[in-house]
């Protein structure tokens, strides 16, 4: 064997490992993208799932509007009897934009409910954060509303979420109506 031979197979070699590795890290690159949005979409599903339960079985839906679109707040039937005030209960959503975290809080209806009285300068420190990551979905370069009211008591959500060291970018959205709870609604008010 020749110098030269000795060359061009030690190129070659080169040529071949530089190929492999490049494929090695884009495979690594792809495996943490599908992870990210894997992560996202599960995350993301978990909560919309959560939201749409609470406004099917709603007496009352809220969007107020001092919140930009970024509150909703729902009273909620969650036992037997209608009329008994301990089968509802007020849930509440908010996008913190500051932290990009959807929070929500959740308590009996009535005076005493979390969900009373909110403002923007309410303190929602006792909230608790179910999904990081959360943005409003853009169209058109606006921002859409997180919640909008949807017909005259239904709302619809739209959110996406940002997951992982590429940003990857996950958009939910879904409407609820809720279903009728009958004549005799308990519990106080939740706004």
Not at 158 to 163: A, I, K, P, R
Request: aromatic share 4%; charged share 10%; proline share 4%.
């Amino acid at each position: 064997m020749t110098l030269a031979e000795l060359l061009v197979y030690s190129v070659l070699l080169l040529v071949v490992v530089a190929i492999t590795g490049t494929m090695l890290v884009r495979g690594l690159l792809v495996q943490r993208d599908v992870g990210d949005l894997t992560s996202a979409s599960n995350g993301g599903q978990v909560v919309l799932t959560s939201i749409e339960g609470a406004l099917r079985n709603a007496s009352t839906v809220a969007t107020p509007s001092a919140f930009g679109g970024r509150l909703l707040i729902v009273k909620t039937r969650t036992g037997d009897d209608g009329a008994a005030a301990s089968s509802w209960t007020c849930t509440g959503w908010l996008l913190d934009t500051t932290t990009q975290e959807l929070l929500t809080v959740s308590g009996a209806s009535g005076p005493g409910s979390p969900t009373v009285g909110l403002t923007t300068g309410s303190d929602f420190s006792s909230w608790h954060a179910v999904l990081t990551g959360v943005t409003p979905t853009r169209k058109a370069g606006v921002d859409q509303p997180i919640f909008s009211a949807e017909g005259a008591t239904g709302a619809q959500v739209l959110f996406d979420v940002l997951e992982g060291a590429s940003n990857s970018r996950v958009t939910f959205g879904t409407a609820a109506i809720p279903r009728p709870q009958g004549t005799g609604i308990g519990g106080g008010a939740c706004t």
